[in-house]
Nanobody, 123 residues
Framework: QVQLVESGGGSVQAGGSLRLSCAASGRTFSEYVMGWFHQAPGKERDFVAAIRWSDVITIYRDSVKGRFTISRDMSKNTVYLQMNSLNPEDTAVYYC????????????????WGQGTQVTVSS
């Protein structure tokens, strides 16, 4: 059974940084794509970034390019989302997700989800 456990959320002021972690277990993830999504109150869950475990190819939504970095540590089976230059619009619950399919931004393509971690950015 795949389990994804996020951590690292919190409250920061605008311009600050946070690093989210997603600890994955229950599979060998070498054939997986790992993604981060966020969901603000009253809004849909939207794609943020993804990384292909095998070759570290990454994709990002436009609004986070240059500010967020997704990475993975194979020895720890963990995916990270380094978030810099945070602004209030980044406030949301952040979810880790996994798919064995192709690299994608589509929420429906991801089969496994974590419970989420709250990120709050104040102005």
């Amino acid at each position: 059974q795949v389990q994804l456990v996020e951590s690292g959320g919190g409250s920061v002021q605008a311009g600050g940084s946070l690093r989210l972690s997603c600890a994955a277990s229950g599979r060998t993830f070498s054939e997986y794509v790992m993604g981060w999504f966020h969901q603000a109150p009253g809004k849909e869950r939207d794609f943020v970034a993804a990384i292909r475990w095998s070759d570290v190819i990454t994709i990002y939504r436009d609004s986070v390019k240059g500010r967020f970095t997704i990475s993975r540590d194979m020895s720890k089976n963990t995916v990270y989302l380094q978030m810099n230059s945070l602004n209030p619009e980044d406030t949301a619950v952040y979810y880790c997700a996994a798919t064995r399919g192709l690299m994608t931004m589509k929420r429906s393509a991801y089969d496994y989800w974590g419970q989420g971690t709250q990120v709050t950015v104040s102005s």
